[in-house]
T-cell receptor
Framework: SQELEQSPQSLIVQEGKNLTINCTSSKTLYGLYWYKQKYGEGLIFLMMLQKGGEEKSHEKITAKLDEKKQQSSLHITASQPSHAGIYLCGAGLSGEGGSEKLVFGKGTKLTVNP | KAGVTQTPRYLIKTRGQQVTLSCSPISGHRSVSWYQQTPGQGLQFLFEYFSETQRNKGNFPGRFSGRQFSNSRSEMNVSTLELGDSALYLC????????????FGSGTQLSVL
């Protein structure tokens, strides 16, 4: 099963509308990352959340981390066509020998119609 | 400052062949991670190298291997290609190992026919 579940899988909104993307973990979250990807391209780092209750904002994008719920949300205010893309959450999970690996959700595809 | 460079950008191979993908990290970055991305499985961790040592690996068969050179450049190799290996292969670099802010390349789109 997927260690990080994102919802919704896809989202179509009208320009100017607000939207929220959720990321839920099957394990305790000690930190969470949000990335954005243009189709067929690499990922671009958006934000990193490390503490329960932490909230960060960059321009019109706000991300929150709820450790108790093992969940994070990404909120976009007054969406613009430039916000379109695939949003992925990632989290560090224990790997072999006590080391950590970064795993990702399957992503949420956002379309913003002008 | 140059970003993460992956070559080639596109690759077409046939089943049974092998392929080598290259990744040049951002100057000064010593950690390189590889990911496979497919529509069905999403982004899956392959392995991570730090200072020429494999630090962690995902759940992929032994056909998938990698290495890192002293200049931090990394290569990954897939032997005996299967149709299911068709994917976007992404490389990411960071200053330190572990889950840190990653800088991704544009990827190599591999198609296996």
């Amino acid at each position: 099963s997927q260690e990080l579940e994102q919802s919704p899988q896809s989202l179509i909104v009208q320009e100017g509308k607000n939207l929220t993307i959720n990321c839920t973990s099957s394990k305790t979250l000690y930190g969470l990352y949000w990335y954005k990807q243009k189709y067929g391209e690499g990922l671009i780092f958006l934000m990193m959340l490390q503490k329960g209750g932490e909230e960060k904002s960059h321009e019109k994008i706000t991300a929150k981390l709820d450790e108790k719920k093992q969940q994070s949300s990404l909120h976009i205010t007054a969406s613009q066509p430039s916000h379109a893309g695939i949003y992925l959450c990632g989290a560090g999970l224990s790997g072999e020998g006590g080391s950590e690996k970064l795993v990702f959700g399957k992503g949420t595809k956002l379309t913003v119609n002008p | 400052k140059a970003g993460v460079t992956q070559t080639p950008r596109y690759l077409i191979k046939t089943r049974g062949q092998q392929v080598t993908l290259s990744c040049s990290p951002i100057s000064g970055h010593r950690s390189v991670s590889w990911y496979q991305q497919t529509p069905g499985q999403g982004l899956q961790f392959l392995f991570e190298y730090f200072s020429e040592t494999q630090r962690n690996k995902g759940n992929f068969p032994g056909r998938f291997s990698g290495r890192q050179f002293s200049n931090s450049r990394s290569e990954m190799n897939v032997s005996t290609l299967e149709l299911g290996d068709s994917a976007l292969y992404l490389c990411a670099s960071s200053w330190v190992a572990g889950h840190e802010k990653l800088f991704f390349g544009s990827g190599t789109q591999l198609s296996v026919l």
